[in-house]
Structure formats: structure tokens, C-alpha cells
């Protein structure tokens, strides 16, 4: 049974940076690509960028360019994403989800999502 | 950069009612459309992928269609288990890439 099992729900100053955190299990880590998805309140679904844990190649949305890093550590099969200089607008539920290549890169597992608020 | 245009935005249905959502992409490309339903306080789900194929799992009362620049997600009777909120999605293979429609939240009428 895939999980992708996120850490908590946070809250941040703005100005600050965030790190969130995806552990996959269930599956072969290293076979899959993983994605962010984040999700501000009352809206839709916003890419973040990628990560291809076995080639350690990362893509990222041109919006978050710059403030966005996505590192993988292979030997606890963990996904972090990391933004910086947070504002108001970036609160929101964070998402990590796996990717199924052979089914149009469709995004099959997804972790519970983790709230992050940016407030002063 | 593709965009996708959902439509509608809101859809109020009965139990029973055959529902059909829209996206319209902003330029013709492969048939990498995928479709998610998504509740209140929960993660998205997949239902359909490569535009027409159902995941598994998924109930065969969801279905999906289209090709170049139009999809179509189909539930044939509406059951209460629904009424919840439906993304289209497309990759973009060049970019690499994942854009989501708007979303099309599906009410009780």
C-alpha cells in the first residue's frame, strides 16, 4: 500500500522560509518522480515543481523560481520542499504526490497535505 | 504555457442526473489529460487518465473523452457519494509542466 505521509501543519512570519516534508513508503522510491501541489484557501491546484529522486534532477515552476527548492533523501525515501521569503499569499495546503510515467504522468498518490499560514 | 479553461465553475445536480465538465486547453497536444475529484479537507483523487482511462477502482459511472483541445469528464448517474469538487489536469512532457483547470465544484441542487 503506497503512502506518502507529510509532516504537520505549520505557521510562519512572513519573510521566513518553510520546509515541508513527504516520506514515501509502499513502493519503489527511486522508480518514481514526486511533485508539489499547493492549494490556497477557497482555490485550485497550483504545480510547484519536481524531483527525480534516481537522476536528482529537479523542475520547478516558473511562479516560485528562485524561492523553491525540492531535495530528495534517498536513504529515508524523503521528499522536502523548501520556500523562502514567504508571504501572505503563500498560505496555504502544501501537497506532495507521486508520479505515474506510463499513465500520461498522471499524479496517482498523494500525502494528507500540510497547512502552512503565513501570519505576523 | 497550456492553459486549461474548466467549465462550468459550479454545476447543481440531483441524484441520478448524468453531469458533464469541460476543459478546453489553449492549444492542441497530446492526450495526457488526467481528472481528479477532490473533497472538502482532503487530498485529490484520480478517476481518469490519458484522457479516457478509468483508474482503478474508480466506479464505471465516471468516464472521460476528448481529444486536441476539448475533455470531457462524464458521470452517467449522479450518486450522493459526487458532490464534490472535479480538477482536469495536462502535462506538458517539454517543460516539464503539470496545470491544472480551475475547477468545477459539483452542488447538491
Known amino acids: 500500500q503506497v503512502q506518502l505521509l507529510q509532516s504537520g501543519s505549520e505557521v510562519k512570519k512572513p519573510g521566513s522560509s518553510l520546509k515541508v516534508s513527504c516520506k514515501a513508503s509502499?513502493?519503489?522510491?527511486?522508480?518514481?518522480?514526486f511533485t508539489w501541489v499547493r492549494q490556497a484557501p477557497g482555490h485550485g491546484l497550483q504545480w510547484m515543481g519536481r524531483?527525480?529522486?534516481?537522476?536528482?534532477?529537479?523542475n520547478y515552476a516558473q511562479n516560485f523560481q528562485g524561492r523553491i527548492t525540492i531535495i530528495a533523501d534517498k536513504s529515508t525515501a524523503t521528499i522536502y520542499m523548501e520556500l523562502s521569503s514567504l508571504r501572505s499569499e503563500d498560505t496555504a495546503v502544501y501537497y506532495c504526490?507521486?508520479?505515474?510515467?506510463?499513465?500520461?504522468?498522471?499524479?496517482?498518490?498523494w500525502g494528507q497535505g500540510a497547512l502552512v499560514t503565513v501570519s505576523s | 504555457d497550456i492553459q486549461m479553461t474548466q467549465s462550468p465553475s459550479t454545476l447543481s445536480a440531483s441524484v441520478g442526473d448524468r453531469v458533464t465538465i469541460t476543459c478546453r486547453a489553449s492549444?492542441?497536444?497530446?492526450?495526457?489529460v488526467a481528472w481528479y475529484q477532490q473533497k472538502p479537507g482532503k487530498a485529490p483523487n484520480l478517476l481518469i487518465y490519458?484522457?479516457?482511462t478509468l483508474e482503478s477502482g474508480v466506479p464505471s459511472r465516471f468516464s472521460g473523452s476528448g481529444s486536441g483541445t476539448e475533455f470531457t469528464l462524464t458521470i452517467s448517474s449522479l450518486q450522493p457519494d459526487d458532490f464534490a469538487t472535479y480538477f482536469c489536469?495536462?502535462?506538458?512532457?517539454?517543460?516539464?509542466?503539470?496545470?491544472f483547470g480551475q475547477g468545477t465544484k459539483v452542488e447538491v441542487k
Open positions: 489536469q495536462h502535462y506538458d512532457s517539454v517543460s516539464p509542466t503539470w496545470t
Open positions: 504526490a507521486r508520479v505515474r510515467d506510463g499513465a500520461g504522468y498522471v499524479l496517482d498518490y
Open positions: 509502499g513502493g519503489t522510491f527511486t522508480s518514481y518522480t
Open positions: 524531483i527525480i529522486p534516481i537522476l536528482n534532477i529537479t
Open positions: 492549444q492542441s497536444f497530446t492526450n495526457w
Open positions: 490519458k484522457a479516457s
